[in-house]
């Protein structure tokens, strides 16, 4: 029999499944597993109680409709929560704002300083039987791929949300960088990371930046350090993702040893259409020396050597450049796609249109199962 704490936790797992980024449930229970990791049954009654999008304080006070509980000790019970890495959380003119997190992009990265060996084998379970086909299923990427500066000549019709430098150059908000969670992990369950050594290495601006901050998983940075960690980042040869926005609050140094949602990229059928890219490598066969530089440090397979000669897989490519960078002969550029992909303004476009699309293919599923019931009926 099922006690009541399970079945709290079994209706938050519902609860959440129904947000942009889902969390569905399993043959095997680990979501479960994950959930009392994030929150103790109080919390995850509370949880419930929340929506993905921001919620004010004083919002949710009214809404949970006890008399018995202060605004006071709502906003410390809250503040635990976020402490925890359970929940997002901003202020903004002098207000508090809270909201539920999705797994990815977002409660596992909150984990970052309260990290254990079973989290993360718990967590690499869960992407692998469940939650990494529905991260993928919308086609509508979470991360966009952005070109490594050396990779692309810039100009004026390149938009700015293409350049990444601009990201940090153009901001007015704060900046932290913080160890990345991925390897983290890979190193707790002893696989680290084949790329670099480094560590420090995600950023982030605005309210997750200040989020980082507050919490102590990260530091403040200037743009000038901002710079660096990102030239360091390309010169290790890993993919540059940011949040699928014109204007992104994260920038990811990503690999496909280490990251789950790069990982399952790599082993998607064809990387170039759920990468988020605008970008593609193309090769001048006459300057290819076929050295195979470019080969070794492609992390999505998207070259291979024929006759000594690199060639491009294209459905594979996702145009991140590090291939350009390093070539001897200058033999590769990356071109710009006929149709470029023009990514939601924001946080909250974004996963509204990941919604969207959720409910649409519900519905399309939905007929279909309907018009083959009649059919079935008319036989």
């Known amino acids: ?55 004010s304080l004083q919002g949710i006070h009214t809404k949970i409709k006890d008399k018995d509980t202060s605004i006071k000790d709502l906003e410390k019970f809250l503040d635990k929560m976020v402490k925890n890495g359970s929940l997002n959380f901003k202020t903004k003119d002098d207000q508090k704002y ?13 984990q970052i300083s309260r990290l254990n060996k079973d989290l993360v084998k718990d967590f690499f379970h869960y992407i692998t039987e469940a939650f990494g086909y529905e991260i993928m299923r919308t086609k509508i990427s979470q991360l966009r791929t952005i070109p490594i500066e050396q990779s692309i000549e810039f100009d004026n019709n390149v938009a700015s949300y293409n350049d990444i430098r601009k990201i940090f150059e153009n901001t007015d908000q704060p900046i932290a960088v913080a160890d990345c969670i991925c390897k983290k992990g890979t190193d707790l369950i002893g696989r680290p990371c084949k790329i670099t050594e480094r560590r420090e290495i995600c ?18 940075i200037s743009k000038e350090e901002a ?19 014109k204007n992104p609050i ?35 066969p006459e ?31 996702i145009g991140c450049g590090n291939c350009v960078a390093t070539c ?9 796609k006929e149709k470029e992909i023009n990514p939601p303004e924001d946080f909250e476009d974004l996963y509204s249109s990941i919604l969207n699309k959720k409910i649409e293919i519900k519905e399309k599923k939905l007929k279909r199962t309907l018009k083959r019931e009649k059919a079935r009926k008319i036989n």
């Not at 969390?23 to 109080?42: C, D, M, Q, W």
């Open 250 to 284: 994260y920038i990811c140094g990503c690999c496909t040893c280490c990251c789950g949602i790069t990982a399952g990229l790599k082993y998607s059928y064809s990387p170039a259409k759920l990468g988020g890219n605008n970008y593609y490598a193309e090769i001048n």
């Open 328 to 336: 001897p002969s200058e033999a590769i550029k990356l071109v710009k």
């Open 1 to 55: 029999m099922i006690n009541e704490k399970q079945d709290i936790y079994r209706e938050l797992q519902v609860h959440l499944d129904k947000m942009p980024i889902g969390y569905p449930a399993t043959k095997s229970g680990v979501e479960i597993r994950l959930l009392k990791h994030f929150f103790n049954p109080a919390q995850a009654e509370m949880a419930i109680k929340l929506n993905w999008k921001w919620e």
């Open 98 to 110: 809270y909201a539920n997190a999705p797994i990815v992009v977002g409660m596992y990265e909150y």
């Open 227 to 245: 710079l660096e960690i990102l030239r360091k980042n390309e010169e290790d040869g890993l993919i540059l993702n940011v949040e699928n926005t």
């Open 203 to 220: 950023m982030a601006i605005d309210w997750v930046a200040q989020l980082y901050i507050d919490q102590g998983w990260g530091r403040q």
């Open 287 to 317: 300057s290819c020396t076929g050295c195979g530089i470019c080969v070794d440090r492609c992390q999505m397979d998207a070259l291979i050597l024929i006759d000594e000669i690199s060639n491009i897989k294209r459905n594979r490519c």
